[in-house]
């Protein structure tokens, strides 16, 4: 007699409709990860994560428990440089030809006041998507987004977020990216100030007033300049503080063609 407890595969089961599926995974896991820090050399953070393959069409379905125990191989550290490692496993375990992954976190870093030089933690979201293609390129995009402060010539200011997406040759710290959104605004934020502090900012942004085409065009020229960045997209959204609208701009560029 055969052993009546053991569980069929349904996954590994043919289907006979035909049709090949492009994304199959999970999605809102939230998961501990230990991330690379410039300064700390490691942070620990909450990401979402979300983990697909693609199926192809003689599968019924994928097995999900495998994207959890790929994620628990890793034990959460994540970085950029191992990402290609991570979707390539996932194929593996998978027996999948195409993989992708998103990590999103809340990224911490530490900031000093410009004249008490009192510090504080400053926030930005970081996104990270790869996607691995069996006997194919490798492709990840980095995102960031944070917020500044932009004052118009107008004489008004108001908070903007920057949202920027690259595309890298090499490693590229975030802290440097979150130094390339700073500087092409009129005056970063900060979490902790005080009033002499206040009053630097204050008269920062008006040395410096720019509207949001400014700010995009400002990050676009110090994006062309590092040649570890080969593809951006950058999109602006100032948060009108006299209109009852808000003010945005974006910009992509390729600098392989």
């Not at 959460?76 to 991570?86: C, I, K, M, T, W």
Request: aromatic share 8%; net charge neutral.
């Amino acid at each position: 007699m055969g052993n009546n407890n053991i569980m069929r595969d349904v996954q590994k089961e043919k289907d006979s409709r035909n049709i090949q599926i492009d994304r199959v995974g999970v999605k809102g896991v939230s998961y501990p990860v230990i991330l690379m820090d410039k300064d700390n050399k490691t942070q620990n953070t909450i990401a979402n994560v979300s983990m697909s393959v693609m199926l192809p069409h003689e599968y019924r379905g994928t097995h999900m428990s495998r994207f959890i125990e790929t994620l628990e191989e890793y034990r959460g550290r994540v970085s950029p440089s191992n990402l290609d490692a991570f979707t390539t496993r996932l194929c593996e375990k998978l027996n999948a030809s195409e993989s992708s992954v998103i990590f999103e976190f809340p990224y911490y870093f530490r900031k000093k006041a410009p004249v008490s030089k009192i510090e504080s933690f400053s926030k930005c979201d970081v996104r990270l998507e790869a996607i691995h293609e069996r006997d194919k390129n490798f492709d990840m995009i980095i995102g960031l987004a944070l917020n500044v402060q932009t004052l118009c010539p107008g004489a008004h200011n108001q908070r903007a977020l920057v949202s920027l997406n690259v595309r890298c040759s090499g490693l590229v710290w975030f802290e440097e990216l979150i130094n390339i959104i700073e500087s092409s605004a009129s005056a970063p934020l900060f979490t902790l100030l005080k009033r002499e502090d206040e009053k630097y900012i204050t008269e920062l942004s008006y040395q410096r007033p720019r509207f949001v085409e400014d700010v995009l065009r400002e990050l676009a020229m110090r994006l062309d300049t590092e040649d570890r960045i080969l593809w951006y997209s950058v999109n602006v959204t100032s948060f009108e503080s006299i209109h009852n609208h808000d003010a945005c701009a974006e910009i992509e560029r390729d600098k392989r063609k």
